[in-house]
């Protein structure tokens, strides 16, 4: 099962396109009805030496900062929710993401004024990705989000070290510890920039744990997290649930505004439950059952379930990017710190809202069960059988037992 569960999985990700994509483009003219995305890149990656490249999936000591720009093609040859990566290099920009702009962001001014130049209503968001991605994986994605969830934001990307490989699985994950002060040291600077009002930080798979560590740290040092971070979106969280509920109560006693995306069909978060001791992984759960209901009411943390969202992802893993409606609820709502109700959200689109803190919610609607266990083998294998919830005392309140 360790050999054969990873090699499918591998066959299943995103690692059939091309590589190295990140040689810009020299374009006279944009396409008709191309969009242009730029993004400001801050990465603890070791630099590839290679520009088609940019950065590797190796450590380094010294963080780097690139201004990049992606062109998307229109609508007409794209549908929301796609990356079009290109067939061969280069890449058609009539059909394809391109990247058009490379420029490396030598110094904390020049940072500064990027953000200055690119302030849009003071709102920054910031990503972090997942597990198996490259540098270039997460400048498409990324710029895929933007574009389709139409926020009017300055993107900012963070993408730490992943070898893009489903057996450095263990790599990955130290990676994220690695990172954890490089990801501080770039919210620190967005909240103390004046032209940054709020900001958002949109999370996904393995990347929610080096996000809720980063604030964690930030709390811990300064006693509370800053005004600025106002809200926190955790995508496929592919973190431990007791271990979320003891990260979220060292947060300090004002928090940011949480909405978790779940999905009880996760096959990525399937296999890292295998791998984590059969323990519940916060992106499976179902917030309709005991005890994750009123626990998560009584931190007030929004639940929205996937789990019925159709996805052209075999893991299920990605619904939060590829649902145009999801992505779009991210861009309109929650960056603006808009808390969602179940009238944002109808069960008829397969998405399911779990509005906790909300009273007159809370109970009105039903979350999705799904039937388990899900074949991860096509039938060969199946997974641990499911266990009910069991409350053992773990709480999302504040707590002061000191930590040894």
């Known amino acids: 099962m360790v050999v054969t569960l990873p090699l499918v999985l591998a066959l299943s990700a995103c690692g059939g396109h091309v590589?190295?994509?990140?040689?810009?483009?020299?374009?006279?003219?944009e396409p008709n009805g191309n969009a242009v995305v730029d993004m400001l890149v801050a990465t603890s990656r070791l630099p590839s030496d290679n520009p088609a490249t940019l950065f590797s999936g190796e450590r380094s000591v010294n963080p780097s900062i690139t201004d990049v720009a992606v062109s998307i093609p229109s609508d007409k040859a794209r549908a929301a929710g796609t990356v079009q990566w290109p067939k061969k290099l280069p890449p058609n920009p009539e059909t394809d993401f391109a990247v058009v702009r490379v420029q490396p962001v030598a110094?904390?001014?020049e940072a500064h004024d990027w953000v200055r130049r690119?302030?849009?209503?003071?709102?920054?968001?910031?990503?972090?990705?997942?597990f198996n991605n490259t540098y270039e994986d997460s400048v498409f994605r990324f710029a895929q989000i933007v574009h389709d969830?139409?926020?009017?934001?300055?993107?900012?990307?963070?993408?730490?070290?992943?070898?893009?490989?489903?057996?450095?699985?263990?790599?990955d994950k130290e990676s994220t510890n690695y990172s954890r002060t490089s990801l501080e040291m770039v919210l620190k600077a967005l909240v103390e920039d004046k032209n940054i009002k709020d900001i958002t930080i949109l999370a996904h798979s393995m990347g929610t744990w080096l996000a809720m560590e980063?604030?964690?740290?930030?709390?811990?040092?300064?006693?509370?997290?800053?005004?600025?971070?106002?809200?926190?979106?955790l995508a496929s969280p592919d973190i431990d649930v007791d271990v979320f509920a003891r990260q979220w109560s060292e947060l300090g006693d004002k928090k940011p505004n949480f909405t978790i995306f779940v999905s009880q069909d996760d096959r990525a978060l399937a296999l890292s439950r295998y791998i984590s001791g059969d323990v519940q992984r916060?992106?499976?759960?179902?917030?309709?059952?005991?005890?994750?209901?009123?626990?998560l009411e009584n931190a007030g943390i929004t639940v929205v379930d996937l789990t019925r969202v159709k996805s052209t992802d075999r893991l299920n893993h990605g619904k939060f990017a590829e649902s145009p409606e999801i992505v779009q609820l991210i861009g309109q709502r929650l960056v603006t710190g808009?808390?969602?109700?179940?009238?944002?959200?109808?069960?008829g689109?397969?998405?399911?809202?779990?509005?906790?803190?909300?009273?007159?919610?809370v109970g009105k609607v039903a979350a999705t069960t799904v039937a388990t266990p899900v074949d991860l083998l096509s039938g060969n294998i199946k997974p641990l059988p499911k266990k009910k919830p069991i409350d053992t005392g773990t709480t999302f309140q504040s707590e002061t037992t000191p930590l040894n």
């Open 19 to 29: 590589k190295g994509v990140m040689q810009p483009l020299n374009l006279a003219a």
């Open 107 to 109: 110094t904390g001014k």
């Open 118 to 130: 690119h302030s849009s209503g003071g709102h920054a968001m910031v990503f972090i990705h997942g």
């Open 149 to 171: 969830s139409g926020a009017d934001v300055t993107p900012i990307l963070f993408t730490w070290p992943s070898r893009a490989k489903v057996f450095d699985y263990n790599y």
């Open 214 to 233: 980063s604030i964690r740290q930030m709390a811990i040092r300064d006693g509370n997290l800053p005004k600025k971070i106002e809200n926190v979106i």
């Open 282 to 295: 916060l992106g499976q759960i179902n917030p309709a059952e005991e005890p994750y209901k009123t626990k």
């Open 338 to 347: 808009q808390t969602l109700t179940d009238s944002d959200i109808g069960v």
């Open 349 to 361: 689109d397969g998405i399911t809202a779990i509005v906790a803190g909300t009273v007159n919610t």
